[in-house]
């Protein structure tokens, strides 16, 4: 059996963490989009209850708001979200880009401009995420001193040993 060259190995892993950051992100659009069907829904029916209450009042002219406070619930819920995401799809590796996709999702983050989206993901959302790592309950797939640029992978650091650790 001739063996396999090392670069097609690669070509293998990184074809199959973009198949799978696809699929993840797939799912992702159609969650938000059945997110956003319920939520037309309801704009509907308040904006119909507006309309039995006081005829005259356009609902259209109403601004929207962001109700968002600056904070996530209860202290550590963001951290939970994380945990919940990574468990959602254990024991795959999971993207930092897909993560953040999740949460801001969840948390209905929108950020006014790129320089507040990165003050918060180097800030609360990185910070989160070293958090876990350093506590032991997730792990990262490679060291980020090693590959900078590269988008790091996560997946709950799981008690028993899995095949592939065995194997080496």
């Known amino acids: 059996m001739k063996p396999t060259p090392s670069a097609l190995k690669w070509m293998a892993e990184k074809r199959a963490r973009v198949a799978f950051d ?20 309801d704009l509907a029916a ?6 039995l209450y006081d ?4 609902p259209g002219a109403i601004e929207p708001v962001n109700g968002w406070r600056g904070n996530y619930g209860k202290r550590g819920a963001l951290k939970a979200a994380v945990v919940e995401v990574l468990e959602a799809h254990a024991p795959n590796w999971v993207s930092t ?3 953040e996709s999740a949460i801001r999702a969840k948390f209905g983050l929108v950020f006014e401009t790129p320089v507040v989206r990165k003050h918060w993901y180097n800030g609360s959302f990185r910070n989160t995420l070293k958090t876990l790592a350093s506590s032991g309950r997730v792990e990262r797939l490679q060291d980020p001193n090693s ?3 590269e988008t790091g992978h996560w997946r709950i650091k799981s008690d028993t040993p899995r095949l592939a650790d065995l194997a080496r």
């Open 22 to 41: 696809l699929d993840f992100n797939l799912q992702l659009i159609a969650d938000l989009q059945a997110k956003a069907a319920a939520l037309q829904e």
């Open 46 to 51: 308040i904006d119909r209850s507006i309309g």
């Open 55 to 58: 005829e005259t009042i356009d």
């Open 97 to 99: 880009d897909a993560i």
């Open 147 to 149: 590959r900078p640029n």
